[in-house]
């Protein structure tokens, strides 16, 4: 298929649909956000999984990063809530609209969104790096493009640790990752810089998702310390392919280890290529980089010959399904994160359209593939379509695989959307009703300890499990997959197990792929 720069211009993907230029604006009364919103108002949860970790976040000032953070670090059960370091309070958040259509709250509450926040949230620098109760906790920088930076996949997250999180465009600061001049400024210089290995076009991961991939990789090595190897350097022989291969594989990694200029004053110009992509790619026109994308892919997939999971020749063995109906954004995130990490493919049905401003250009290079939308009428019942449905995944896929429902932890939100309502349209009441058939099916087989599995499990049985491939099935925000689709899948996978999280919902475009991969991939 070839790429034309044409359809840059006219916002159309090489598969030839619309696209959403941005976000949807406003939400809706029964949006599961406004749902979970409710729950700010009980504060930080009193467990914690982490009794020494602390996040410190120099840029999620918007509130879409900013509420996604919270989330993430309450579904890890960080010690206390994230520290804000550029702003003093919640007002200075940018674009925070109070959901004051949460039930069972007092409205006047949830319209005062510093006084909500206060409790899940603290806010300055001061705070984070002057707190006697820290004591020595040593500090951990999250960053790429820097000198210092080290693989998280290659090394153990200390613990206890305060992790710092970087500006979305900006990155860490520079005092946390350079050496203190004498003059001035605290001594406040990381004593690691770990950033997370990528394999797409993109740059960089969402700042919040990268947050969400240490914070994964910590509670692994605080908790289930067996539960993963580390990725020694791929020049230990154990490889397949030859000393070619891997140099090209190592090029493309090296940038992340090295810092690349950032100003007009350390360049010849003020950036080398306007486009968030990723250095190697630096001036190549679009069709250069889809194929020295797909080239470097290959590379992979034969140098990794023996790790990959999947029974089709050419795959690595992931495949991801997705609704996409309410929340756009959520699947502009997964496409972005389908770019960095060794995704074969993604697959959606509902709304047509795509936000492109959340792909940030990748769904040029892992174009998503359309399935239409979930349609039982017209003479087809929901039995009929879900079936067409899985011959046209295994089609893409080349053969049987395995499908997976992904638990995000919205459990609570699911029991709030299964109530039927006598008064409304009979369509709407069919929707509710196959609603109850899916929480009845999602209660019955996450209490299955054989049905369910956990990406804190062994190598092993991750590895065993997800022979032949998966196809992931990814939920909506707090609402479950049609009923015809989820009672086709024969694993449930949660990132903690059962037990652990403190019961905040994790966002569902975390990017689970990468560290299903590597899971099922290690030695």
């Not at 949230?121 to 004591?135: C, I, T």
């Not at 991961?205 to 067996?226: C, E, H």
Request: glycine residues 8%; contains cysteine.
């Amino acid at each position: 298929m070839m790429f034309s720069s044409r359809l840059l211009n006219l916002r159309r993907t090489v598969r030839e649909f619309r696209q959403a230029s941005a976000a949807p604006r406003g939400f809706l009364r029964d949006d599961p956000l406004t749902r979970w919103s409710e729950r700010l108002l009980n504060g930080w949860p009193n467990r914690c999984l982490h009794s020494h970790l602390f996040v410190g976040l120099e840029g999620c000032t918007s509130a879409f990063n900013a509420m996604n953070s919270i989330r993430t670090c309450m579904h890890f059960g960080t010690t206390f809530p994230p520290f804000f370091l550029s702003i003093k309070r919640a007002e200075d958040i940018r674009s925070l609209h109070p959901r004051c259509t949460a039930r069972k709250t007092n409205s006047e509450d949830l319209t005062r969104p510093g006084a909500t926040l206060s409790q899940v949230a603290r806010f300055g620098e001061d705070l984070f790096l002057d707190d006697p109760s820290f004591g020595q906790i040593p500090l951990v920088a999250l960053e790429n493009y820097t000198n210092r930076s080290e693989s998280i996949l290659s090394c153990r997250l200390s613990s206890p640790a305060r992790i710092v999180v970087g500006h979305e465009n900006n990155g860490v600061s520079g005092k946390y990752i350079d050496k203190m001049d004498v003059s001035g400024g605290k001594g406040c210089r990381a004593e690691r810089v770990v950033y997370v290995p990528q394999y797409g076009t993109i740059s960089s991961l969402n700042v919040v998702t990268s947050m969400g991939i240490a914070l994964f990789y910590a509670t692994l090595d605080a908790r289930y310390p067996s539960a993963r190897s580390l990725l020694r350097d791929t020049e230990d022989g154990r490889e397949n392919g030859s000393g070619h291969e891997l140099d090209e594989l190592h090029a493309y990694q090296r940038f992340f280890r090295q810092r690349i200029p950032r100003t007009a004053a350390e360049c010849n110009s003020s950036r080398v290529d306007q486009r968030p992509i990723h250095p190697l790619y630096y001036k190549k026109d679009a069709t250069g980089i889809l194929e020295m994308h797909r080239h470097l892919r290959q590379l992979m997939l034969r140098v990794c010959s023996h790790r990959r999971f999947s029974s089709s020749p050419g795959r690595f063995g992931l495949f991801v399904v997705y609704e996409n109906e309410r929340d756009q954004r959520s699947f502009a995130g997964i496409v972005r994160n389908a770019n960095a990490f060794l995704v074969d493919q993604v697959l959606y049905f509902g709304r047509k359209k795509i936000n492109v401003v959340g792909t940030v250009g990748t769904q040029h290079y892992t174009p998503p593939v359309y399935l239409g939308p979930f349609d039982a009428e017209g003479g087809s019942d929901a039995e009929t379509w879900a079936t067409k449905l899985l011959q046209r995944v295994e089609l893409e896929n080349g053969g049987n695989i395995s499908w997976w429902f992904l638990d995000c932890g919205h459990a609570f939100l699911y029991m709030d959307s299964t109530s039927v309502n006598e008064t409304a349209k009979e369509p709407e009441k069919m929707e509710t009703r196959g609603s109850v058939e899916a929480l009845n099916w999602y209660n019955t087989h996450r209490a299955d300890p054989d049905f369910t599995l956990s990406l804190c499990d062994t190598e092993e049985r991750i590895r065993k499990t997800a022979q032949g491939g998966v196809v992931l099935l990814v939920p909506q925000e707090g609402i479950l997959p049609p009923f015809c689709l989820l009672q086709r899948c024969q694993k449930i996978l949660t990132l903690l197990p059962y037990g652990e999280n403190t019961e905040a919902a994790l966002v569902c475009r975390f990017p689970w792929p990468q560290v299903l991969l590597f899971s099922a991939s290690a030695q």
